[in-house]
């Protein structure tokens, strides 16, 4: 009897335990995720904060795998991680063997890949291991983003009432994050306030938490109609003062697909009277002043240089694969005639055709793969599956994979949050458990 009781007493101490740990490793998980979302890099100063986050994680994830095993999936999972590796040491080799030039930056390059990958694979692991559910995370990754509008429009309110002058706040998150945030300070149109361009990475989430937005009763998490609404607003300013065309043409399709494919007909009539009605007052309001904008962010002179740039940047990418067809120049290959970033000479706007560059057409297709790993689940299911979850998945896919023809948005740890929303979002769909079912809604009032 007392042997049994001991026993009995252990079990639940390991339980308990087992179940600190557990919230340990999510509480962390969650904090990396909201610093991927909120911060615009991972330098604070001369500390890569989400460096060290990551590093916390990994060791408490191997703890946890240690001490819960590892199921077939987790196990497949790894060893595609393992393969990934070695893919690109392989292509690093290919890139010190024509290495010309007096800095190699082929490690620098594969770092962004080995962050973006890994980060993806931490969140592939928890939800595998069933330390949250696809809810939590869609609603950590929303709420992170709205945290960082928020801080953002704070900024860009103490910038247009001149308390901070743009050009100071652009050298503090220079000088504080070591990146070079997109800027631009146009004419006064609105009342006497100038009309502030502020642009980053992090602004890329927009327009495909808009389309799951849009679209939330599907994925079976309840946010209330206020919520919503004020969420919709935070997500249009931020487009707004993003200014960038990518996202804003991106929003305009998530809009109209929803809209026009998957709402129904009677909230669809609603929708497009609310949008109409609005868009015809705004302008009615501000007609001067928003074709002065629509005229600076599509038609300007700085627009046409910014697109020559682009197709420069074509030209020589596409010159430079001629010359390495096959293989490419390896990781951290670049032209000497256009550089982008003097510090980071690799990466270029049309960025699928300096992975042509890089990689060739044998390594582009293996990155191609493994993007498309992210939808793999829901190609490969039935007809069983939701028609119009599936759909959205797929257009959030395309859109990022078009986005970054003319955007960096390929690799970043910051990227690794989109691609975990759209490989567990396939997961949750190919496993015929429609995103958790009645019992595990989230409501957020």
């Given at each position: 009897m007392t042997l049994v009781f001991a026993g009995r007493h252990e079990a639940a101490r390991k339980d308990r335990l087992s179940e600190m740990s557990t919230r340990i490793l999510l509480a962390m998980f969650s904090a990396f995720i909201f610093l991927l979302v909120l911060l615009p890099s991972g330098s604070l100063w001369n500390v890569n904060i989400k460096a060290v986050f990551?590093?916390?994680?990994?060791?408490?994830?191997?703890?946890?795998?240690?001490?819960?095993?590892?199921?077939?999936?987790?196990?497949?999972?790894?060893?595609?991680?393992?393969?990934?590796?070695?893919?690109?040491?392989?292509?690093?080799?290919?890139?010190?063997?024509?290495?010309?030039?007096?800095?190699?930056?082929?490690?620098?390059?594969?770092?962004?890949?080995?962050?973006?990958?890994?980060?993806?694979?931490?969140?592939?692991?928890?939800?595998?291991?069933?330390?949250?559910?696809?809810?939590?995370?869609?609603?950590?990754?929303?709420?992170?983003?709205?945290?960082?509008?928020?801080?953002?429009?704070?900024?860009?309110?103490?910038?247009?009432?001149?308390?901070?002058?743009l050009g100071a706040f652009v050298d503090a998150v220079r000088d504080i994050f070591h990146v070079t945030i997109v800027s631009l300070d146009l004419l006064a149109v609105f009342e006497g306030l100038s009309f502030i361009r502020l642009d980053l990475l992090n602004d890329s989430l927009s327009p495909f938490l808009l389309l799951f937005l849009l679209n939330v009763d599907l994925f079976k998490v309840k946010i209330t109609p206020k919520v919503r609404y004020l969420i919709y607003?935070?997500?249009?300013?931020n487009l707004v003062i993003s200014f960038k065309r990518s996202l804003i043409m991106a929003a305009l399709i998530a809009i109209a697909y929803s809209v026009v494919v998957l709402m129904k007909s009677n909230a669809r009539l609603t929708t497009v009277i609310t949008l109409t009605?609005?868009?015809l007052l705004l302008y009615s309001i501000y007609p001067v002043e928003l074709n002065y904008l629509f005229t600076e962010r599509f038609l300007s002179a700085s627009q046409e240089a910014s697109d020559i740039t682009r197709s420069e940047q074509i030209g020589i990418l596409i010159n430079e694969f001629s010359e390495n067809p096959l293989f490419g120049k390896g990781l951290g290959g670049y032209s000497k005639l256009q550089i982008r970033a003097v510090d980071l000479p690799y990466t270029y706007e049309v960025q699928w055709l300096a992975f042509l560059m890089q990689f060739g057409i044998i390594g582009l297709i293996i990155v191609?793969?493994?993007?498309?790993?992210?939808?793999?689940?829901?190609?490969?299911?039935?007809?069983?599956?939701?028609?119009?979850?599936?759909?959205?998945?797929?257009?959030?896919?395309?859109?990022?994979?078009?986005?970054?023809?003319?955007?960096?948005?390929?690799t970043a740890s910051f990227c690794s949050v989109f691609y975990t929303l759209l490989l567990l979002s396939s997961l949750e769909l190919a496993t015929n458990r429609p995103f958790g079912g009645t019992k595990s809604e989230i409501t957020v009032s």
């Open positions: 990551s590093v916390i994680l990994f060791l408490l994830v191997l703890g946890h795998a240690l001490n819960n095993g590892i199921n077939k999936q987790i196990f497949n999972a790894t060893l595609f991680l393992i393969a990934a590796s070695t893919f690109l040491l392989l292509w690093l080799f290919i890139g010190l063997l024509k290495f010309e030039g007096s800095e190699f930056y082929g490690l620098t390059q594969m770092k962004d890949f080995v962050a973006t990958i890994s980060a993806t694979w931490v969140g592939y692991y928890l939800y595998r291991s069933n330390v949250f559910k696809w809810q939590f995370f869609f609603l950590l990754v929303l709420w992170s983003h709205v945290t960082y509008i928020f801080v953002k429009l704070i900024f860009f309110c103490l910038i247009v009432t001149n308390v901070i002058s607003l935070l997500l249009f300013l009605v609005a868009t191609f793969l493994i993007y498309s790993l992210t939808i793999a689940p829901i190609l490969k299911s039935g007809l069983i599956v939701d028609f119009k979850v599936k759909s959205i998945i797929l257009l959030a896919f395309v859109l990022w994979g078009l986005m970054s023809f003319t955007n960096p948005m390929m």
